[in-house]
Nanobody
C-alpha cells in the first residue's frame, strides 16, 4: 500500500510564510513527478506546482516568484515553500505523486492540509 502524508499547513498572516511537506511511503520502486494542488472553498482544484524526478519545476502563474517546490529523492519527499502569502492562497493543499510500486504505475493523492492566510 502506498501512503502520502502531508504536513505544514496552518494559519498565517498575509505576507508570512509556510512550508509544506509530503512524504511517500510503502512498497514503492520509484517516485516520478510530484506536485502540489490546491482547492479553495467553492472552487475547482488547481495546480500549484510540479517537479520532475530530475528537478525540473513548473508553477502556476499566480504563485511564480513566491512559491518554491523542491524534493528529496532519497526520502521520497516533496516540499512547497510558500512566501509572501496572500489571503487568496487560502485553500486545502494536496500532494500528488506518480509512483511505480508493486501495483504498477499510478497517481496517488494525499488527504490535504489546510492553509489559511488572514488579511
Amino acid at each position: 500500500q502506498v501512503q502520502l502524508v502531508e504536513s505544514g499547513g496552518g494559519l498565517v498572516q498575509a505576507g508570512g510564510s509556510l512550508r509544506l511537506s509530503c512524504t511517500v511511503s510503502g512498497s514503492i520502486f520509484s517516485v516520478n513527478a510530484m506536485g502540489w494542488y490546491r482547492q479553495a472553498p467553492g472552487k475547482q482544484r488547481e495546480l500549484v506546482a510540479t517537479i520532475t524526478s530530475g528537478g525540473s519545476a513548473n508553477y502556476a502563474d499566480s504563485v511564480k516568484g513566491r512559491f518554491t517546490i523542491s524534493r528529496d529523492n532519497a526520502k521520497s519527499t516533496v516540499f512547497l515553500q510558500m512566501n509572501s502569502l496572500k489571503p487568496e492562497d487560502t485553500a486545502v493543499y494536496y500532494c500528488k505523486t506518480e509512483v511505480v510500486s508493486i501495483y504498477g504505475g499510478m497517481h496517488y493523492w494525499g488527504k490535504g492540509t489546510l492553509v489559511t492566510v488572514s488579511s
